[in-house]
């Protein structure tokens, strides 16, 4: 079992930034896929960001130049630097994390998810 909290959202205006970040426990000696998602209400939970266990990155379309996935092995963590916010990027951000060498864009790849945390970004 692997548990993921996330921590770093809040209110912000548009064009400002956040740094969120989601610390692993539990069993996270075997490699971790480990990404971003985030969903509104009424909507489809939708990938952000991902990073595989051997550091390679993929962003959707949406966020690519402003948002920045990290991680640290040695905390296991990850985090998401959030730059030049807009209005859309209001969600509730949710981290995950699958027992895989690769990841995918698809929420139900992913078998441990944080609890989420609201971004808010206003006009």
């Known amino acids: 079992q692997v548990q993921l909290v996330e921590s770093g959202g809040g209110s912000v205006q548009a064009g400002e930034s956040l740094r969120l970040s989601c610390a692993a426990s539990?069993?996270?000696?075997?490699?971790?896929?480990m990404g971003w998602f985030r969903q509104g209400t009424g909507k489809k939970r939708e990938g952000v960001a991902r990073i595989q266990p051997n550091g390679d990155i993929n962003y959707d379309n949406s966020v690519k130049g402003r948002f920045t996935i990290s991680r640290d092995n040695t905390k296991n963590t990850i985090y998401l630097q959030m730059d030049s916010l807009k209005p859309e990027d209001t969600d509730i951000y949710y981290c995950?994390?699958?027992?895989?060498?690769?990841?995918?864009?698809?929420?139900?790849?992913?078998?441990?998810w944080g609890a989420g945390i609201q971004v808010t970004v206003s006009s």
């Open positions: 539990g069993n996270t000696g075997r490699a971790l896929c």
């Open positions: 995950a994390a699958e027992e895989s060498l690769i990841c995918t864009i698809y929420p139900t790849w992913y078998e441990y």
